[in-house]
């Protein structure tokens, strides 16, 4: 068992930064990989990135490929989602999640954080 709490969200401009950080708790993260994910309002939840739990394989979306980087402390069982270059697209509530492997598909994770807010105006 793990818990996920997620951290950094908030309102930003176009073209700004955020940080997103996933603190785990229980279980120590290093046995899972990690996943980022997105859900904007009447929308379906959509990857964005996943680690897997050496760190050694990355993978993103292709919306946020060049622009977003997943990054994770072992040491501190922690998850992270620098994210740059911000668009309003890029407006929703983003969930780190755990799970065996690291995937694009959702149902292949089964740990979630409640999810933090993330805004971007023009």
């Known amino acids: 068992q793990v818990q996920l709490v997620e951290s950094g969200g908030g309102l930003v401009q176009a073209g700004g930064s955020l940080r997103l950080s996933c603190a785990a708790s229980?279980?120590?993260?290093?046995?899972?990989?990690m996943g980022w994910f997105r859900q904007a309002p009447g929308k379906e939840r959509d990857f964005v990135a996943a680690?897997?739990?050496?760190?050694?394989?990355?993978y993103y979306a292709d919306s946020v490929k060049g622009r977003f980087t997943i990054s994770r402390d072992n040491a501190k069982n922690t998850v992270y989602l620098q994210m740059n270059s911000l668009k309003p697209e890029d407006t929703a509530v983003y969930y780190c999640?755990?799970?065996?492997?690291?995937?694009?598909?959702?149902?292949?994770?089964?740990?979630w954080g409640q999810g933090t807010q993330v805004t971007v105006s023009l």
């Open positions: 999640a755990a799970g065996s492997l690291a995937l694009s598909v959702s149902s292949s994770y089964d740990y």
């Open positions: 680690i897997s739990r050496s760190g050694g394989r990355i």
């Open positions: 229980g279980r120590t993260s290093s046995t899972y990989a």
